[in-house]
């Protein structure tokens, strides 16, 4: 084949991380360490930690001490949210989490990727959004540039490939509609006066 990959030529200069290396390479530690071995309740502190290095943390959010963020400082997460063991929020780019959202265990959202088609390999970024009240089941794949509507609902073990509209429950691989998930406008005008 004339077309070949070639990862010698592979370089990340025109990306930005954000922080310095230093700053990188403290958060890595910090995350492995105080972060990762803190006792299950202590919500407040991970929370704190994350804010530290930049993180924008809404109140009462839940975050287990087994979640992961490569970069922290590009991670937004609303007010009473919820977010499960082994979560994966891979920040290349900005990820933001909603109000009284859940992202469940294992889900890993991926805001970088790779130019298939350039010898070089190039990184591609894009954000990810999470509307207020949705939720992210176990074990989903979220792909760069998807926005999860308000109140939908991703199935466990899906693959969202494309941004899913509000309202709605999506499952499979990639993930598709299944069924609304407030059917009457009132039970959906109902559940966004609850939560504020």
Not at 161 to 168: D, G, L, R, V
Request: aromatic share 14%.
């Amino acid at each position: 084949m004339r077309n070949r990959i070639r990862l010698d030529l592979y370089n990340q200069s025109g990306y930005s991380r954000g922080r310095s290396g230093a700053i990188v390479l403290l958060w890595w530690l910090v995350q492995g360490s105080l972060f990762r071995f803190s006792l299950h309740p202590m919500y407040k502190w991970r929370n704190f930690l994350l804010r530290c290095f930049g993180a924008q943390i809404g109140q009462n959010v839940q975050i287990r001490a087994s979640a992961k963020f490569t970069y922290p400082w590009k991670v937004k997460i609303g007010n009473y949210s919820w977010i499960g063991d082994q979560v994966e929020f891979y920040s290349l780019d900005h990820i933001e989490v909603g109000e009284h959202c859940i992202v469940s265990q294992r889900s890993y959202l991926c805001t970088g990727t790779h130019d298939i088609y350039d010898i070089k390999f190039s990184l591609l970024t894009k954000p990810i959004k999470i509307e207020d009240g949705a939720w992210v089941a176990s074990d989903v794949f979220v792909y760069p540039g998807v926005t999860i509507g308000e109140m939908a609902v991703i199935a466990a073990r899906s693959t969202v490939t494309k941004s899913i509209p509000a309202n709605e429950i999506h499952a499979g691989a990639p993930a598709q509609f299944m069924k609304i998930r407030f059917e009457s406008a009132d039970e959906l005008i109902y559940m966004r006066e609850v939560m504020g």
